[in-house]
């Protein structure tokens, strides 16, 4: 459903006519950010060209495009005031011709052309973050048979309200990343050459800072730890390979209860797929070493990014498949 990230974005304030939006609070601040930063907020919204229609367990219409959404980490927008609360692992990123919306460090889940004004612009970088709005149903898309001039405030924030009540609006505090700013990098290391035999999975540390902090999930800061002692081992987390080879999932297995799914914490899909070494070595060891940063991966020496990072060893999560329990799905025939 994700094939073609192609939407209408719209750029615009909280307090905009069209949106009926009310906020039941400032931004929350960023862990870099000393205060609330204040004025106008800063808004997305990103509407896929198409309705997927899916039925869930009670009977419900949903969209598959703001339910996988969901799924990740967004919260559905429902009539009345929406939490300005923070999404960890989605970004908003400025490009050459518009914006996109991405998950999880480079799956680009929408992107489109807008123009953005520079109070908006000016807006964005204060918070460094923006709310966004996800679905199909936003009051972007000028229907057919009529103009942009036409399609009216009252128009567009009905079409709105109509989707927020039928639960097809997903939305969410996001990072805000302006052009020509390259963000800390997710990817998979090899630190056999230091005696870390387990294979590296890199990501940012703004992922955990946002949800309570690394050590909340058992992580240590590699630098200040004792090098005599084990890397700790957490048991609150679990690395996920069963979507593929461009995939590597960290799951959020603290309240955990099954038959549900448990929640995505932090995720890469890369163009590449992943070395069969680092498939080799994290069924060999039964785990993977979680390196958290806040220096790019891809620009820094290894020796700088791990003496200031956090760190911890999550095991392979298990599935059931026809063949059997693994870790990832066995090969086709």
């Known amino acids: 459903m994700f094939a073609d990230p192609r939407a209408a974005v719209r750029a615009l304030f909280a307090d905009d006519p069209s949106l009926g939006l009310t ?29 997927v229609t899916l039925e869930d367990d009670a009977g419900q219409q949903r969209d598959a495009h703001c339910e996988a959404a969901i799924t990740f980490g967004m919260l559905r927008c429902l009539p009345g005031p929406a939490r300005a609360e923070q999404v960890p692992g989605w970004t908003v990123r400025q490009t050459d011709v518009g914006l996109e919306l991405a998950v999880g460090g480079e799956t680009v889940r929408a ?18 973050q923006v709310v966004v709005l996800y679905g199909p149903l936003l009051g972007v898309r000028v229907p057919s048979r009529t103009t942009a001039a ?24 996001l990072k805000w990343v302006p052009s020509g700013v390259e963000p800390p990098g997710f990817d998979l290391l090899d630190l056999s050459h230091l005696g870390i035999t387990p294979p ?58 099954t038959p549900a799914e448990p929640p995505l914490l932090v995720g890469l899909r890369s163009p590449q797929p992943r070395p069969d070494t680092f498939d080799a070595r994290a069924a060999a060891e039964g785990q993977v070493l979680l390196l958290a940063t806040s220096l790019n991966v891809r620009t820094h020496a290894v020796a700088d990014v791990l003496i200031s990072s956090y760190v911890c060893l999550a095991p392979l999560l298990l599935r059931a498949y026809p063949g059997g329990i693994g870790t990832r799905p066995p090969p086709t025939e």
């Open 23 to 51: 906020l039941t609070g400032p931004l929350p601040a960023l862990p870099t950010q000393r205060a609330v930063p204040s004025g106008r907020v800063p808004v997305v919204l990103f509407e896929p060209p198409l309705a």
């Open 111 to 128: 992107q489109g052309p807008v123009d953005l004004e520079p109070d908006w612009l000016r807006a964005a970088e204060t918070y460094q």
């Open 150 to 173: 036409g399609y009216t405030d009252i128009e567009r924030r009905t079409e709105l309200d109509q989707a927020r009540r039928a639960g097809q609006v997903a939305y969410g505090v």
């Open 200 to 257: 590296v999975f890199a990501f940012p540390l703004d992922e955990l800072l946002a949800q309570g902090g690394p050590e909340v999930f058992g992580f240590e800061h590699f630098g200040k730890r004792d090098p005599a002692v084990p890397l700790p081992m957490t048991d609150a987390l679990a690395v996920d390979l069963h979507k593929g080879l461009h995939d590597i999932d960290v799951l959020d297995m603290r309240h955990f209860r």
